[in-house]
């Protein structure tokens, strides 16, 4: 199963180290492996591999060099700039990593100017369309709710392999990689905050009401937070406002890469999936073509509210509200489009009799079908 970042990987092995990152268990490893057929593999995480990396004594003659878990090695962006800087390109050198590499930004030396960066997404019914090429997306959109788009369990598709591979899932994350990575001590705290979250997606999310049901601070909440979005188990969308600081005092929303694992009625798993098929889409465009694109929510001071917002350079161009069985319009709509006129409007449904588009430009779709094609702009040419 080819990924459909592949192809725009390939194109930059032999340009610059590629850092590939994104979730547990997305697959890197099993991507990286497919760009040539020939390699040499590391894994951080194996004494005898770690050895080797310590001696820097991996087969040159081989086309791809493949470090995984890297960022688990202390000082490890001066380490490889220093091999980039000695050594150059070829043999290509791909980092793979379960947590965000980008944090460590400010730390040791940069390897600014020696990198592009991919982020790895679970499948989307975008990318399920693409790769499967299934029959009936209406029943690839109801496993997506049902079991995420991790591929393993995603591909088995029953319960009883999911919710065991949930909970394993989880347990890495939190007891071996966070521990790795940040010095925690309260793990038992933050397996209380998923378990809340669980049951706010797409809710603003108050600090103080959850540091009270955890009894500790606003700010080791944020922190935890920060911590639980760096390890790629849930996103924050924050809410759109043209005053930067303004926006940063508004609640946020969080939701799960695993859809999965979202607590609620059809309705909230559904705009789960689909902020998670929008933020995999917007990454895909910084990633792979260079574009900027940002998702947030929008909600006014009356307390209307539209799902999802994407905006370029602080202007907002399409807006998404998510329902899962309205074949009516939302009000809310003409409210933003009178605030910004040129915005695009779309309302996903997904049962629906008929799609529909109105005088003032908003359309009603049918979820299935336009998670499984949307496009925020036109790819360039080759």
């Not at 700039?81 to 290509?92: L, R």
């Not at 079991?147 to 393993?152: L, M, R």
């Not at 929008?278 to 260079?290: A, S």
Request: net charge positive; glycine share 4%; with cysteine.
């Amino acid at each position: 199963m080819q990924r459909h970042i592949t192809k725009y990987i390939q194109e930059d092995l032999d340009k610059k180290i590629i850092l590939l990152t994104g979730p547990r268990q997305t697959g890197k490893t099993t991507l990286s492996k497919m760009l040539k057929s020939d390699f040499d593999y590391f894994n951080y995480d194996t004494v005898e591999d770690r050895l080797s990396l310590q001696e820097k004594s991996w087969d040159r003659s081989k086309p791809l060099i493949i470090f995984d878990e890297l960022h688990k090695l202390k000082n490890w962006k001066s380490w490889l700039k220093g091999i980039y800087d000695t050594e150059g390109i070829p043999p290509s050198i791909l980092v793979t990593g379960s947590a965000k590499l980008d944090i460590y930004k400010k730390v040791g030396d940069s390897l600014a100017g020696r990198f592009f960066q991919f982020r790895l997404h679970p499948l989307d019914l975008k990318e399920i369309q693409i790769i499967l090429k299934p029959d009936d997306l209406e029943a690839e959109l109801e496993k997506l709710l049902a079991f995420g788009g991790f591929p393993e369990p995603f591909l088995n598709g029953t319960s009883r392999f999911y919710n065991r591979w949930k909970k394993s899932h989880l347990d890495i994350i939190l007891k071996q990689d966070l521990i790795d990575l940040e010095n925690v001590q309260q793990i038992t705290q933050i397996e209380t905050l998923i378990q809340l979250l669980k049951y706010r997606v797409g809710n603003p999310i108050s600090y103080s009401s959850l540091s009270q049901d955890l009894q500790c601070s606003d700010k080791t909440v944020k922190r935890w937070l920060t911590i639980l979005e760096n390890m790629y188990v849930l996103f924050k969308v924050p809410p759109f406002h043209k005053n930067i600081a303004r926006a940063i005092q508004k609640s946020p929303k969080y939701y799960f890469y695993d859809t999965g694992q979202v607590q609620g009625d059809q309705g909230v798993k559904l705009e789960n999936a689909v902020a998670c098929a929008i933020q995999k889409e917007l990454h895909f465009r910084e990633d792979c073509l260079g574009e900027e694109g940002k998702l947030y929510y929008l909600k006014n001071k009356d307390g209307r509210e539209i799902d999802f917002c994407i905006a370029a350079n602080n202007t907002p161009s399409l807006i998404v509200e998510v329902k899962w069985n309205d074949g009516n319009l939302s009000p809310h709509f003409e409210i933003f489009k009178k605030i910004f006129p040129n915005i695009k409007m779309i309302q996903i449904s997904k049962k629906l009799d008929r799609e529909k588009t109105f005088p003032n430009g908003a359309e009603i779709r049918i979820a299935s079908k336009w998670l499984s094609e949307f496009n925020l702009s036109p790819e360039p040419a080759p």
